[in-house]
């Protein structure tokens, strides 16, 4: 608190100083210019510095002006002042945070030097937890903060957005062992500037468990939220703009003391999803990007409408309004991607057919087709001629062939058993009948399938086309015992 108070009675008398040598200037310049010298004095004489607190790997903020195309900072940084906090920025968040707001309090106050002056803090990434804890802190002690008029803030890729900020899509949950969750973003008393990429996932979040929307928001860390993604973004309106997601909102709210204080949000619309950007990043490395860009144009505007559905607000209209994450899709939400995929379906066909014709065809003949082809030139080439070599006879070698005496063994052949003859007994149909039915004694008279039996009984059907009954027979005993490899059963 002394340090504070200390400052503050510099900062005083700084601009004691400044109003008296502006009262001496605008008396002289009254004369001439009347009464509106001295607000004109100053205003030359105001200064607005930039304060930069770069991200994850960024110690030395070097980095910050280049976000946003310049339109914060001009590049290279000449005027206005550009003062970088130099912290750790390492993944140890909770204490480099801590490192960090102690450096950015004294940069806040050593620019503030007489009436007139403005600083804006700017935070990327990791830089955001030091500027958020610091509007925190000087909300937390008007009487020695800044004013409204004096500080402005601008968070980059910041995890304290209200609808897709981490920090707001968990505000119970430790998202990271190494820093405490610090909730969504809390209103101050200073004008804020919320900058983020769609599906940056620090900053645009799922808020439903929809797992292309959970993969895509992982590789956005690699496609959507390093330095890179946000170098090239031009917030401003007209030609030129970086195209956004919906419009950019402004959200006001009033402080006790009755100052109007103005949070804009805007979201920045990603192009090409990350879910294929690895895709698309091979195919490059690979030169095939001309080929391989119509099949993933093909289907990006469906995988879009599936993502989009893991979202609560593709249109940035309440960005303010801090939604925690949940595990149940909204049924309003699955009902209106299934009325939006036809339309992507479309889209996606449109897509591939302008980039295969855009591809034109191959330079290269078709291997099934030389007809056209250019003859080739070629310069005649001469075989020399080898001399013929002599053909030697090859002799003839006559090898004796031993012959083997094999030994002859007189094996005496045994008599053949001779057994007596059984007497033949006469059997009557008597005795027949004892060793089967009679009916086995009668011979069966050839059937042909269609003819009626001489019992009147109804035609047979037809199953071999007019063959007997007893071919047909033996043809399906036949097919059975191939497939089975078992003999028929006796009496087939």
């Given at each position: 608190?002394?340090?504070?108070?200390?400052?503050?009675?510099?900062?005083?008398?700084?601009?004691?100083?400044?109003?008296?040598?502006?009262?001496?200037?605008?008396?002289?310049?009254?004369?001439?210019?009347g009464t509106n010298a001295v607000d004109m004095l100053v205003q030359l004489t105001a200064t607005q510095t930039y304060i930069g607190i770069g991200g994850q790997g960024n110690p030395t903020s070097d980095r910050v002006p280049d976000k946003l195309n310049g339109t914060l900072v001009p590049h290279p940084v000449t005027t206005p002042p550009y003062v970088p906090i130099l912290y750790p920025a390492s993944l140890e968040l909770g204490k480099s945070r801590d490192v960090g707001v102690p450096l950015l309090d004294d940069a806040i106050n050593n620019s503030l030097n007489g009436p007139g002056d403005k600083v804006s803090v700017i935070g990327y990434s990791e830089g955001t937890l030091v500027a958020e804890a610091e509007r925190r802190k000087l909300e937390a002690d008007p009487s020695q903060a800044p004013t409204h008029d004096e500080l402005t803030f601008?968070?980059?890729?910041?995890?304290?957005?209200?609808?897709?900020?981490?920090?707001?899509?968990?505000?119970?949950?430790?998202?990271?062992?190494?820093v405490d969750n610090m909730g969504p973003g809390q209103p101050t008393r200073y004008d804020t500037h919320y900058y983020v990429n769609e599906y940056?996932?620090?900053?645009?979040?799922?808020?439903?468990?929809?797992?292309?929307?959970?993969?895509?928001?992982?590789?956005?860390?690699?496609?959507?939220?390093?330095?890179?993604?946000?170098d090239d973004k031009n917030p401003t309106v007209g030609p030129g703009a970086s195209p956004q997601l919906g419009e950019t909102r402004t959200v006001q709210h009033t402080e006790a003391d009755g100052t109007v204080v103005t949070d804009t949000y805007t979201v920045f619309y990603t192009d090409e999803l990350p879910l294929l950007a690895p895709i698309r990043q091979a195919a490059d490395a690979a030169s095939l990007g001309a080929y391989v860009e119509p099949g993933l144009d093909l289907v990006e505007p469906s995988l879009r409408v599936l993502i989009d559905m893991g979202y609560t607000d593709r249109t940035n209209a309440n960005p303010a309004e801090p939604t925690p994450f949940k595990l149940i899709t909204p049924p309003a939400n699955i009902i209106g991607a299934a009325q939006a995929l036809p339309a992507a379906i479309q889209l996606g066909i449109a897509d591939a057919k302008?980039?295969?014709q855009a591809i034109g065809p191959l330079n290269t003949p078709s291997p099934l087709n030389r007809s056209n082809a250019p003859a080739a030139t070629s310069l005649p080439v001469t075989t020399p001629k080898l001399p013929a070599l002599p053909t030697l006879d090859k002799p003839k070698v006559d090898v004796p062939k031993p012959e083997l005496d094999k030994p002859k063994v007189d094996v005496p052949k045994?008599?053949?058993?001779?057994?007596?003859k059984l007497p033949v007994l006469a059997r009557s149909n008597a005795q027949r009948s004892t060793f089967g039915p009679l009916s086995n004694l009668v011979p069966k008279p050839t059937v042909v399938a269609g003819d009626a039996p001489a019992s009147g009984k109804p035609a047979l059907?037809?199953?071999?086309?007019?063959?007997?009954?007893?071919?047909?027979?033996?043809?399906?005993?036949?097919?059975?015992?191939?497939?089975?490899?078992?003999?028929?059963?006796?009496?087939?």
């Open positions: 608190m002394a340090k504070h108070r200390t400052q503050r009675q510099q900062r005083a008398r700084k601009a004691m100083l400044a109003s008296a040598a502006t009262a001496g200037m605008a008396g002289a310049l009254a004369i001439v210019q601008t968070q980059v890729a910041s995890p304290f957005a209200g609808n897709g900020g981490l920090f707001a899509r968990f505000p119970q949950v430790p998202t990271f062992i190494i940056d996932p620090y900053g645009d979040f799922p808020a439903y468990f929809n797992p292309l929307a959970l993969a895509n928001s992982a590789l956005a860390v690699e496609y959507a939220h390093p330095d890179q993604y946000y302008a980039d295969t045994p008599d053949a058993m001779k057994l007596p059907p037809s199953f071999g086309g007019g063959k007997p009954a007893g071919v047909l027979h033996d043809v399906v005993g036949g097919l059975a015992k191939g497939l089975t490899d078992h003999p028929p059963a006796s009496g087939e």
